[in-house]
């Protein structure tokens, strides 16, 4: 197979109707991790939850073929808000936009996505009029962990999350 070009790809919002996808996605990608603690795998309905009231999930196309996503999370005052391990006042926490899962399939993986989603994401909270970004990883995820350090994320700290899922927290404050 001839190396792919990020022109040959093809990047979008996704809809409820993709939802069944990007689950398969997940679980295929998921499957071959080396540990199932790197990554917290989501059901349908957190995925249709996100994709319009809860926050924007955005994919990128290989022919008809879904080969990566990314979520960009509103969490509002709701318990899954990360600004409270933060230390964001109760009444900051509308502000608080949240860097979810990212799920790159491996035959476009070394293409920059996830950088561009980071980008993606920030602008689109800058837009809606977020102050802040927050994210976890796995600390033996590196290459996430270099992308996030790479779009100005900073490591807050590090403690089990996920059901006791070790995670390095991050955060970005962005502009006003």
């Known amino acids: 197979m001839s190396k792919i070009e990020l022109t040959n790809l093809k990047f979008r919002r996704l809809g409820h109707e993709e939802v069944p996808d990007i689950r398969t996605l997940m679980v295929d990608v998921v499957s071959r991790l080396p540990s199932q ?9 957190y995925l249709h939850a996100h994709v319009e009231v809860q926050g924007e999930i955005y994919g990128v196309y290989l022919g008809e073929k879904l080969v990566a996503y990314s979520v960009l ?3 509002g005052a709701g318990d899954s ?3 409270r391990e933060f230390g964001v006042p109760e009444h900051e926490l509308p502000y608080v936009a949240t860097l ?4 790159v399939h ?3 993986r070394g293409l920059g996505l996830q950088l561009h989603f980071h980008r993606l994401r920030e602008q689109r909270a800058i837009e809606l009029g977020f102050r802040w970004l927050y994210s976890t990883v796995h600390p033996d995820n590196h290459t996430s962990r270099r992308n996030l350090e790479a779009a100005g994320f900073s490591l807050q700290f590090t403690r089990p999350m996920y059901g ?3 995670r390095h927290c991050y955060a970005k404050r962005l502009p006003v």
């Open 37 to 45: 603690e790197h990554f917290a795998m989501d059901d349908e309905d």
């Open 73 to 75: 999370a509103f969490p």
């Open 81 to 83: 808000n990360l600004g």
């Open 100 to 103: 979810d899962a990212t799920v």
């Open 106 to 108: 491996e035959s476009v």
């Open 164 to 166: 006791g899922k070790l």
